[in-house]
């Protein structure tokens, strides 16, 4: 008996070994079929920038209490933004992302305090953090194969905030803006491949800003940014 149970689980294991070897299965062919758009999302990838900008505002102020104030300029470097865009829509029109980001740009503005007869020149700087949330878009096709024409709108809180001084008690306040960018984007693919990046393009821009609640805030700029992408 122990020797037929032995030949029985061999004749098991080599015919299950057999089958294992000569078993084809038919798969049936999927009649699913994915949408154009959803193909093209995934080759759309998502983008972070970095960008430096001549913006500032055309005429922004602040109450002084000293009779001889200048005006507010930027002190030396440019207006800076980070910012990250995910592709929501693609259709015949182009594709469609949400556009997140924040900047910074400082100003600074002099005046003079009498000191018996000695006037003694002051400053005071302000700062504005922008925060931004709006929608980007590019068209399907490129120019020239590298070239792609694209836009930005967003809204704009800008908080301006500087420190007590002799010009006033200091300010901390909200201001509503809209944001407008329209540009081109060069796609440098190549030299994203080379440093191991998935993509990569230099953007170039014009960048407007609309004050919602005054003209303080209100001007425009130009932008040139780099953006690198994954998908």
């Known amino acids: 008996m122990k020797n037929l149970v032995m030949i029985f689980l061999s004749l098991v294991f080599i015919s299950a070994?057999?089958?294992?070897?000569d078993l084809i299965l038919d798969v049936p062919r999927s009649n699913l079929s994915i949408p154009e758009s959803e193909r093209t999302m995934d080759l759309t990838p998502k983008y972070f920038e970095i960008s430096a900008s001549t913006w500032q505002p055309?005429?922004?102020?602040?109450?002084?209490?000293?009779?001889?104030?200048?005006?507010?300029?930027?002190i030396e470097g440019p207006k800076i933004s980070l910012s990250y865009n995910t592709p929501l829509k693609t259709n015949s029109l182009g594709i469609f992302s949400s556009h997140v980001g924040i900047s910074y740009l400082q100003l600074e503005r002099t005046g003079y305090i009498n000191v018996g007869t000695t006037g003694i020149e002051v400053s005071q700087k302000t700062n504005l953090y922008q925060a931004l949330v709006g929608m980007?878009?590019?068209?399907?096709?490129?120019l020239l194969s590298?070239?792609?024409?694209?836009?930005?709108?967003?809204?704009?809180?800008?908080?301006?905030?500087s420190a007590r001084s002799?010009?006033?008690?200091?300010?901390?306040?909200?201001?509503?803006?809209?944001?407008?960018?329209?540009?081109?984007s060069f796609n440098i693919k190549p030299v994203a491949q080379w440093i191991g990046i998935e993509d990569m393009?230099?953007?170039?821009?014009?960048d407007k800003t609309q004050d919602l609640q005054s003209d303080s805030l209100t001007g425009t700029g130009v932008a040139i940014g780099t953006k690198v992408g994954w998908y």
């Open 166 to 184: 002799e010009f006033n008690s200091g300010v901390s306040e909200v201001e509503w803006s809209a944001q407008a960018s329209a540009g081109l």
């Open 17 to 21: 070994a057999h089958a294992e070897e």
């Open 58 to 74: 055309d005429q922004f102020s602040q109450v002084s209490q000293l009779p001889m104030t200048s005006s507010f300029s930027k």
């Open 136 to 142: 980007a878009y590019e068209p399907n096709k490129t």
């Open 201 to 206: 393009a230099v953007n170039i821009a014009i």
């Open 146 to 161: 590298v070239i792609k024409p694209y836009a930005v709108l967003s809204l704009s809180p800008i908080w301006v905030q």
